[in-house]
């Protein structure tokens, strides 16, 4: 019953390295989004698919990419790990276009020095 | 586009209390409501959420929200709080299902609140 899984869940990174966060959900679900969550602004959307080999922006997409090679995976980059980048990643998914809600992960807490 | 405001960054309250946590939104269109709760170090996890019919929504853990179309907002209510209510809570709005936003999730930038004994 693991639901949304996001790997790793804590990294600190030196400016100007790069790195992968990981999401993976195991309910088939069609839809996933990559959110980050900073003190006093909510969470905001960074990119999201709608589907297996699609990705969109959304509101913060700048210094990060994304892949969805599979439809269980949605993979987050960053080529060039910037102080401004730290923050603490949601993952989340949703099973497709219907008003069911979203399904969060636990949330990778990234650290950029 | 959607916005969210939530009203009070920090609400304490004593075990036992009635609380309030506000949120109004603004859309151009029909709208899902939701409210999250985030625990210490954890994700999000669904409180309650008001799709359509009922404007008094009831969710896990006691807590109830009323949607309020006319003046565009979803409180959260709990009757008495207990300690173990502490973390953060967020408002959230999606565009209904069907629409281009393909339920894009747009937070408030959430209330902390804080139960004492």
Redesign the interface.
């Known amino acids: 019953n693991a639901g949304v899984t996001q790997t790793p869940k804590f990294r600190v990174l030196k400016t100007g390295q790069s790195m992968t966060l990981l999401c993976a959900q195991d309910m088939n679900h069609e839809y996933m989004y990559w959110y980050r969550q900073d003190p006093g602004m909510g969470l905001r959307l960074i990119h999201y698919s709608v589907g297996e080999g699609t990705t969109a922006k959304g509101e913060v997409p700048d210094g990060y990419n994304v892949s969805r090679l599979k439809k269980q995976n949605f993979l987050l980059g960053l080529e060039s790990a910037a102080p401004s980048q730290t923050s603490v990643y949601f993952c989340a998914s949703r099973r497709d276009k219907s008003n069911q809600p979203q399904h969060f992960g636990d949330g990778t807490r990234l650290s950029i020095l | 586009a959607q916005s ?1 405001t ?1 009203l009070d ?1 920090q609400v304490p309250v004593f075990e036992e209390a009635p609380v309030e946590l506000r949120c109004n939104y603004s859309s151009s269109v029909s709208v ?1 409501l ?1 409210w ?1 709760v985030q625990y210490p ?6 409180l309650l ?1 008001y ?1 359509s019919g009922s404007t008094l929504v009831k969710g896990i853990n006691g807590f109830e929200a009323e949607f309020n179309k006319s003046q565009t907002s979803f409180h959260l209510r709990k009757p008495s709080v207990h300690i173990s209510d502490t973390a953060e809570y ?1 408002c ?1 709005v999606s565009e ?3 629409g281009t936003s ?4 747009t ?4 209330t902390i609140l804080t139960v004492h004994p």
Do not use: D, E, R, W
């Open positions: 969210v939530q960054s899902y939701f999250y170090n954890q994700g999000l996890q669904l959420k799709l967020f959230a209904l299902a069907g393909y339920g894009k999730l937070f408030g930038q959430g």
